[in-house]
């Protein structure tokens, strides 16, 4: 696609663009197009269609930037297409303020005023700010120049805080929001960010020209009593339907916060969830010198493990001695919650242990003291069901102390690296002396088989049977000649297989589950091992998880109210409709499957934190991914309920009081049973409610990121269908990838980063919406570049020059019937296009649109006013193609859309406009242009190299409107062979000459066969088409209408179009290739 590459020199042309959307933006305001309630019923417009959709309300910790944007323009393109295709629309807009991250940012804005305060009196912290103030003078010129060099740099100069405390400082980081400093400290109070971001919000996306109904917009949490109710209702909805319990779970928790730590609460590691693991007991049989304390202590190291039922094979035990610089590492020995237990684990261990009612006190760690990993080489351990009594401590260079506990049980018959770990010892004397391994620890333990594994070598034969090995980690490491522990590439392709084949196709060959498949014997072998106390339940995150208050999670076993996600019943009630909804792409189907499949039990209760508290419960409070689910439904009225501020302070038109809004009303609403028999609402009031509700429902298209399947939108269909009908479950779902700025990630620190605000003051705000559009539309990452968007700018307004220009000269320009032939040919460019547009917003490919409706549009358009030459435009076709395309690309750029539409003598808004219609398609009319395009081609390509050889000025083109004799013999023969159904092969062509109906061409052999070669090439694009005998229109009557052009084209001078029948010069005859139909024949001159 062409891009106009030159950035604009002035800001001139933005302005103008800015202009036009401060008085479209005006008309809006006056005229309000986005404002529409649900109609009476039986009149016109309970006849329309309607469009309802909504988008993930923003978290109000900040102001909007293009991530934001980037997503919620697939929204506001889909409004603009179907208010063009006639329904009813409708876009409301929240902002979400549930949750922890305004907390734990108001508490850290606290922490940081009050170390400011603190630091007032210390000399070296007061010097040090000195000395940042006039770093941050250097830098704020440093940032202006920067600014200069390369304007889409996010700039900001560190303050005096950030001086002192460095990244991750929360004044600094309001600050470089633009937040006065005087009014920064009000921030320590999350209520105040309720009421300061949202409104900003709101004037950025009008600024942006978003088709949103204003009306409809709150904020969550208790602050607002009317959406406080809504959500009350939600969970007593869930927990009358048993969808919501009680009880002990594994969450992902913060312990700065002392509460469970939620996606949206989370800094980093969003999606990730607790990992189960059993911990296994292997007792210390003799203390060595450095526990020398913990005489009297039943002492056990703990090895976390994922496969229980291997415990059989243990050989040894695998310790860290030192990490890879040869540091020290250190275990420590902690008190247990068992009396006079002791336990060695690493310290990420121990923390989660704490949290996991595996120590004396939950939340604290109970440490004795530390000892270091290769002062505990060769312990001798009792383990249970291993044959080995006891078993030793073995150093292992791989162990990781950030997953497990530190501590790793070796079972070389189904592990790889415990085999080839074990081999290496047993081969390298040198190895066991480094670490003080004495033989007797070693050489004597021999593979334990435990579990038997049907075998095939990946280079295996196909039909190969497998063959029967229970030692499957030697038979892989013999297979990938896995040589010793360096050989990392190719130990993890043997895990890999042996680990797979032993899950899904082991079965045990030891132990009381003998003969039972291993997946089946897995939890009865871990229910044995808990049982008699061998081992103990553990978790920890999968990954490292970090809290916005700025510590690392761990995973905690605490009571909570949970949502019963995954239940069997309502899992399948989810699916079935999840089949009949349109996802617009199967990938997005397949992470809904794969959500569908893991997805459990939910912790959906806080201690604290902003937000609703769970009715029953008060001493909880609803987190922000649970109470954002089917608050689609309180858009549909809440403009009856609250008014004027966001937080419901004002009742709206319904003049209905909070608590008024008891369970039975919002039944009535929502549900459709009897009128509530006690509420003080009039019936009238509540039937208005009701009719916005089941007029607007169900939501027909919910638009967000991929990132929100896993557990927003998923959760969004669990609601629904826990709480609605059939019917009112959602019908559509378009999700799309993050968004890149100039081809790399988005980020603050980077200082690639641009607000909305930014964006909206930089390009104006249809060049900015314009290259969102080109942006991208799949779940794959999409780029906002500034190029493009600069491009943008010199695109719309250069057409705005255009469109001047053609009215201003519309007057003497040609009218009446359409009978150039360029005239039909762009008439039918524009019907074409017209129809590839709108099958591309159907499926929501923004990018394609553009690239229809406006790339190739335009250069439809060009193509027309130069190939029209001297005849001139005509009236009321140019004037068709500006009013169409500014209907179609409206969607993408209204305010623009706006001013053309009033320029042209629309006295309604833009808004009220519908899609074009598309007359006749004719597709022999593409087929002229196809030939023509490709005639032109190869023609510029001949005179080209004809000029190598000297001047060229004159032309004559021959052509011919019939074959000869035997290219007509030919085309009947292929065209026999096609209606025939037979193939085109190998053997056809050798045996083509040969054919009857070819026999008496035989002297025209040596052009027969690269004629049939070079139809045959033409039916492979065109179909049976390239066998026709005839050209289904007038070759000469194209060249003639565009003889001007064409001699531009080439730069002739002159050039004759003549019939090849007509060409009696003997020699030119014996020269030329024969003009055929379709296909003329050239001279130069």
Not at 105 to 132: P, Q, W
Not at 564 to 577: I, L, R, S
Not at 989 to 1014: D, E, I, Q, R
Not at 1037 to 1042: E, F, K, L, P, Q
Request: hydrophobic residues 40%; negative net charge; glycine residues 6%.
């Amino acid at each position: 696609m062409a891009e106009a590459s030159a950035e604009p020199k002035s800001h001139a042309r933005r302005d103008t663009l800015i202009g036009l959307q401060k008085k479209a933006q005006q008309r809006w305001e006056a005229e309000k197009p986005f404002e529409l309630d649900a109609p009476l019923p039986g009149t016109p417009e309970a006849e329309q269609p309607k469009h309802f959709v909504t988008f993930p309300y923003p978290y109000m910790n900040g102001t909007l930037h293009l991530g934001h944007t980037f997503s919620l323009t697939k929204t506001e393109f889909s409004m603009g297409y179907e208010r063009l295709k006639g329904k009813r629309t409708l876009w409301p807009f929240g902002f979400h303020c549930t949750g922890m991250p305004i907390q734990a940012a108001a508490d850290n804005l606290r922490r940081d005023i009050i170390s400011m305060y603190n630091s007032v009196y210390d000399e070296e912290a007061v010097a040090a700010a000195e000395e940042a103030e006039a770093a941050k003078a250097e830098a704020a010129k440093e940032a202006a120049a920067d600014a200069v060099a390369d304007p889409t740099k996010f700039k900001g100069a560190k303050t005096k805080v950030a001086a002192k405390k460095g990244k991750g400082n929360q004044w600094q980081t309001l600050e470089a929001m633009g937040i006065p400093r005087d009014i920064i400290p009000r921030f320590v109070d999350p209520v105040y960010w309720l009421q300061y971001f949202p409104p900003i919000a709101k004037d950025d996306l009008i600024a942006m020209g978003v088709k949103v109904d204003w009306r409809r917009s709150f904020i969550t949490t208790s602050v607002n009593p009317y959406y406080d109710s809504f959500i009350s209702w939600q969970f007593e909805k869930l927990r009358k339907k048993e969808k919501v319990s009680f009880g002990k779970r594994y969450s992902v928790f913060s312990p700065c916060d002392g509460q469970i730590c939620a996606d949206h609460d989370r800094a980093s590691g969003e999606g990730v969830g607790p990992q189960e693991y059993t911990l296994i007991k292997m007792r210390v049989m003799e203390l060595p010198p450095c526990m020398e304390q913990l005489k009297g202590s039943d002492v056990f190291l703990l090895a976390a493990t994922l496969r229980p039922e291997t415990m059989y094979g243990q050989t040894n035990c695998w310790m860290l001695p030192h990490d890879k610089e040869g540091n020290d590492v250190w275990y420590g020995c902690y008190r247990t919650h068992v009396e006079g237990e002791v336990v060695v684990v690493g310290e990420r261990a121990a923390q989660n242990m704490a949290f996991q009612e595996l120590s004396p006190k939950f939340g604290e760690v109970d440490l004795i003291c530390k000892v270091k990993g290769r002062d505990l080489m060769g312990l001798p351990l009792d383990a249970p069901f291993t044959s080995y009594k006891p078993i030793y401590t073995l150093p292992m260079l791989t162990i990781s102390m950030k997953k497990g506990t530190g501590v790793v049980t070796s079972v070389p018959s189904d592990a790889p690296d415990d085999y080839i770990a074990l081999q290496d010892l047993k081969k390298k004397p040198a190895l066991r002396e480094k670490y003080g391994i004495k033989d007797e620890w070693v050489i004597p333990f021999e593979i334990i088989p435990i579990i038997e594994i049907p075998y095939t070598p990946d280079n295996a034969a196909p039909g190969t049977d497998p063959t029967v090995t229970d030692v499957a980690a030697v038979v892989a490491c013999e297979e990938y000649k896995v040589a010793s522990q360096n050989d990392k590439d190719k130990l993890a392709l043997a895990k890999a297989k042996t680990y797979k084949l032993g899950f899904y196709e082991g079965k045990m060959c030891i132990g009381d589950f003998k003969g039972m498949s291993v997946q089946d014997a897995k939890n009865s072998v871990k229910d044995q091992l808990l049982a008699s106390g061998g081992a103990y339940k553990y978790a920890e995150p999968e990954k490292e998880v970090m809290s916005r208050s700025g510590n690392e999670c761990v995973v905690a076993l605490t009571d909570q109210w949970y949502i019963k996600y995954g239940e069997d019943q309502w899992k399948a009630q989810v699916e079935a409709h999840m089949k009949r909804m349109n996802l617009y792409n199967e990938d997005v189907r397949t992470r809904f499957e794969v959500a569908l499949g893991w997805l459990g039990e939910w912790g959906c209760s806080r201690s604290f934190g902003l937000g609703t508290l769970l009715p029953w419960d008060k001493q909880f409070v609803i987190e922000s991914l649970s109470d954002s689910t089917v608050y689609m439904a309180y858009y549909t009225f809440c403009h009856l309920l609250q008014t004027g501020p966001f937080d419901g302070s004002v009742p709206g038109e319904a003049n209905i009081l909070a608590p008024e809004l008891t369970e039975e009303v919002w039944d009535y609403v929502m549900l459709n049973p009897p009128p509530p028999a006690h509420s003080k609402i009039p019936i009238e009031t509540l039937n208005k409610l009701k009719r916005e509700f089941h007029y607007w429902y169900p939501v027909d298209l919910r638009v967000s990121g991929k990132d929100l399947i896993q557990n927003h939108l998923t959760f969004f269909l669990y609601n629904h269908a826990a709480i609605f009908p059939e019917e009112y479950m959602p019908q559509a779902i378009r999700t799309n990838g993050h968004v890149l700025l100039n081809g790399e990630k988005m980020s603050k620190s980077t200082g690639n980063f641009k607000t909305l605000k930014q964006a909206l003051e930089e390009y104006s705000a249809d060049a900015m919406r314009f290259a969102l559009a080109l942006a991208g539309d799949s779940n794959e990452d999409a780029n906002f570049e500034h190029t493009v968007a600069n491009a943008a700018i010199l695109k719309l307004t250069n057409e705005l020059q255009f469109i001047k220009t053609t009215l201003e000269a519309q007057g003497g320009m040609r009218t009446g019937p359409l009978e150039l032939f360029v005239d039909r040919v762009f008439e039918n460019e524009i019907n074409r296009y017209i129809k590839s547009s709108e099958a591309c917003y159907e499926l929501m490919n923004y990018r394609e649109v553009v690239v229809e409706a406006w790339d190739k549009l335009q250069n439809a358009r060009d193509k027309y006013r130069a190939m029209v030459g001297p005849h001139g435009m005509h009236r009321d076709l140019i004037l068709s193609f500006i009013r169409k395309q500014t209907l179609i690309m409206s969607p993408f750029i209204p305010h623009y859309a706006e001013h053309v539409w009033e320029v042209l003598g629309h006295k309604e808004s833009v808004m009220a406009a519908r899609w074009p219609e598309a007359g006749h398609i004719d597709p022999i009319l593409i087929r002229q242009v196809t030939y023509f395009d490709k005639v032109l081609s190869d023609a510029r390509s001949k005179v080209e190299k004809a000029r190598v050889k000297g001047a060229v000025a004159k032309a004559t083109w021959y052509i011919a409107d019939s074959f000869l004799d035997w290219q007509q013999a030919t085309l009947g023969v292929l065209q026999g062979v096609h209606d025939r159904g037979e193939s085109f092969g190998k053997d056809f062509k050798k045996g083509l000459l040969s054919n009857p109906a070819l026999v008496p061409y035989k002297s025209h052999s040596k052009m027969l066969m690269p004629f049939a070669a070079y139809v045959l090439d033409d039916y492979a694009v065109r179909g049976p088409e390239a066998f026709e005998l005839k050209m289904p229109f007038d070759e000469g009557g194209i060249w003639a209408d565009s003889l001007e052009y064409v001699k531009k084209e080439l730069g002739l001078e002159h050039l004759e179009i003549s019939a090849w029948s007509d060409l009696k010069d003997e020699a030119l005859l014996k020269k030329l290739q024969p003009a055929t139909p379709g296909k003329p024949t050239m001279t130069w001159v």
